[in-house]
């Protein structure tokens, strides 16, 4: 259900308006409102939340004397904050140009991913096909907890998929407020969980930021404060995370913190083999893996392993996407392919 994305267009587009433009451009917003939520109607029947929208959205329309045809409008985007300590803020909210600063030097990055069974890609470019089924954290440092729940991708399979994914991004002096970002399948909001699509009212604020790259299937989200970019997809049933994150950031953790699969990988009691079993012959996998990975890395080879698995092509997909990904956020091109 995508009720709290149309609620946040909603409170975008309306929060600056002011005097004699109010009536009109309230109407106009109304309506968005009123056909966003019409759209999203199938997947939130038994929500509450979609329910008292739409009555909220018919009570308003009738107090302003808005007609139910009339012009619909893409949402403002939200302004940013006020910001009175803007060219400190900038500076210690802007990572790459801090660091540049402080080492004459840009800094290091790293990245790791998760996609299809899920395969783990960890920032030591190791790489595994695990079972871990339930909640497990990929990561969990001063900076990040990400944390991904798994469910089998087929009954009476030992593979399994990425059915959500919980990001929160943790308070930082004048950055951000504490954020939380997440999505499900066929919920991928291109906003965090209050409905904002920034860092807050911090002067740092706009350093943390939502793009969506696909609608409703790829969002990108950027945290320049900590030089990272996150990218969260969704491929036919199952969800991938991929992660370009500063050096600082990725070692910034202690003991206690000692289970993350994008520094670890998957234990090993929660490994599979990647022979693939099931559904499709491994021929035909491999001919529909090839038109998207030509290159025959373990990109490739979990392609195979995800399509013979579950014995949905789409699974294709989620492994060209990490791909590409990892093309984009690799500081290192030679590093991109990996072989057995």
């Given amino acids: 259900c995508k009720i709290l994305r149309c609620n946040s267009e909603y409170v975008a587009a ?13 109407c106009t917003a109304l309506r968005s409102f009123s056909l966003c ?22 009570d308003l329309m009738i107090q302003n004397n808005c007609s139910r045809e009339g012009p619909t409008a893409p949402p403002r985007p939200r302004p940013p904050a006020p910001n009175p300590r803007g060219f400190e803020a900038l500076g210690m909210c802007d990572y790459e140009r801090s660091f540049l600063y402080k080492h004459g030097r840009p800094p290091g990055f790293q990245h790791c991913a998760a996609f299809g069974d899920p395969h783990i890609r960890t920032f030591h470019h190791d790489f595994h096909t695990c079972r871990v089924e339930g909640a497990w954290p990929l990561l969990d ?3 990040l907890f990400v944390q991904a729940t798994s469910s089998p991708v087929a009954e009476g399979s030992n593979a399994t998929v990425t059915s959500k994914l919980t990001i929160i991004f943790k308070n930082m002096k004048e950055c951000i407020d504490q954020k939380v970002y997440q999505a499900e399948l066929d919920n991928v909001p291109a906003a965090f969980q209050d409905g904002s699509v920034n860092g807050g009212a ?11 790259r696909s609608p409703g299937r790829h969002v990108e989200i950027r945290a320049g404060y ?33 289970l993350q699969l994008c520094v670890g990988g998957c234990p090993r009691s929660q490994r599979l083999s990647r022979s693939p ?20 890395d373990l990109y490739f080879q979990s392609c195979v392993f995800d399509v013979v698995t579950s014995g949905d092509a789409d699974f294709a997909m989620a492994a060209h996407g990490a791909l590409e990904d990892a093309r984009l956020f690799l500081p290192d091109a030679e590093k991109l392919h990996i072989f057995q």
Avoid: W
């Fill in 14 to 26: 309306t929060l600056q308006l002011r005097g004699a433009e109010r009536g009109r451009a309230f």
């Fill in 37 to 58: 939520a019409r759209r999203t109607a199938r997947t939130c029947r038994g929500d509450l939340a979609f329910h008292s929208a739409v009555h909220g959205i018919e």
């Fill in 141 to 143: 440092n001063d900076y």
């Fill in 202 to 212: 911090r002067p740092g604020g706009s350093s943390l930021a939502i793009r969506e």
């Fill in 226 to 258: 900590i030089g990272t970019t996150i990218a969260v997809r969704q491929a036919g049933r199952q969800l991938s995370f991929s992660i370009r994150a500063a050096d600082e950031v990725a070692r910034a953790f202690g003991a206690e913190q000692d």
């Fill in 277 to 296: 079993r099931g559904r499709l012959p491994a021929d035909t996998a491999r001919a529909l893996c090839r038109q998207l990975l030509p290159v025959e």
